[in-house]
């Protein structure tokens, strides 16, 4: 299995991605925590920001035409099968990844919490390839509105760990929770 770092340029938090959280840069630390888990083959930092960087993972460009579930089809059709994750979800712990991974059978699932998909904590594979495929060639773009429409399997999940740094204030916040402050 490949874990996917997924990061996009912010328009609310420019460079979120190399801000400091417990003394890393947040991509560093999302990606150590997936190298740390010691079940990936290969971490891969799939990105806009071609100056983006990390520690943990191999940096691909993503040369898709802009949005999420348009980079999460050419990771599917290029590498089959992969743990997606938002690279600007510092909350993340390897007990949430294993889960996810031991409730992994060969289909895809994803994490779901307070009845809402998280498309940057799921697990992707050839049984959605063809699905996401006919959904974008009828002009759908969003991720969570295919997952609902597909009725992908999910896990139960804490919506604490997977949240996202989109503000000044979400990274304050998310100091003082990660106890670096």
Same mark, same amino acid.
């Not at 983006?52 to 980079?71: H, M, P, Q, R, W």
């Not at 949430?96 to 991974?101: P, R, Y």
């Not at 307070?114 to 974008?136: Q, T």
């Given at each position: 299995?490949?874990? #996917?770092? /997924?990061? =996009?340029?912010?328009?609310?938090?420019?460079?979120?991605?190399?801000?400091?959280?417990? &003394?890393?840069?947040?991509?560093?630390?999302?990606?150590? #925590?997936?190298?740390?888990?010691?079940? /990936?083959?290969?971490?891969?930092?799939?990105? =806009?920001?071609?100056?983006?960087?990390?520690?943990?993972?191999?940096?691909? @460009? $993503?040369?898709?035409?802009?949005?999420l579930f348009d980079s999460i089809l050419y990771c599917l059709e290029k590498?089959? @099968? /992969?743990?997606?994750?938002? &690279?600007?979800? +510092?909350?993340?712990?390897?007990? %949430?990844?294993?889960?996810?991974?031991?409730?992994? %059978?060969?289909?895809?699932?994803?994490?779901?919490?307070?009845?809402?998909?998280? +498309?940057?904590?799921?697990?992707? %594979?050839? $049984?959605?390839?063809? +699905?996401?495929?006919?959904?974008?060639?009828? &002009?759908?773009?969003?991720?969570?509105?295919?997952?609902? @429409?597909?009725?992908? +399997? /999910?896990? $139960?999940?804490?919506?604490?760990?997977?949240? %996202?740094?989109?503000?000044e204030e979400d990274l304050i916040e998310a100091r003082k929770k990660l106890?670096?402050?």
């Amino acid at each position: 299995m490949i874990a #996917i770092i /997924f990061a =996009k340029n912010s328009q609310r938090l420019q460079n979120k991605h190399n801000m400091e959280i417990c &003394g890393e840069k947040m991509i560093d630390r999302i990606s150590r #925590i997936l190298l740390e888990t010691g079940r /990936f083959n290969n971490i891969i930092l799939f990105t =806009k920001n071609f100056s983006l960087k990390s520690k943990f993972a191999v940096t691909e @460009e $993503d040369n898709t035409d802009g949005i999420l579930f348009d980079s999460i089809l050419y990771c599917l059709e290029k590498y089959h @099968e /992969f743990l997606a994750i938002g &690279g600007d979800m +510092p909350y993340i712990e390897k007990e %949430s990844i294993e889960n996810i991974l031991d409730n992994y %059978s060969g289909n895809s699932v994803a994490y779901k919490s307070d009845n809402f998909y998280h +498309p940057l904590f799921a697990i992707y %594979s050839m $049984d959605v390839e063809r +699905p996401m495929l006919k959904y974008r060639m009828n &002009g759908n773009g969003s991720i969570r509105k295919f997952m609902d @429409e597909y009725s992908m +399997p /999910f896990i $139960d999940g804490n919506s604490e760990k997977l949240r %996202s740094i989109n503000t000044e204030e979400d990274l304050i916040e998310a100091r003082k929770k990660l106890r670096c402050l």
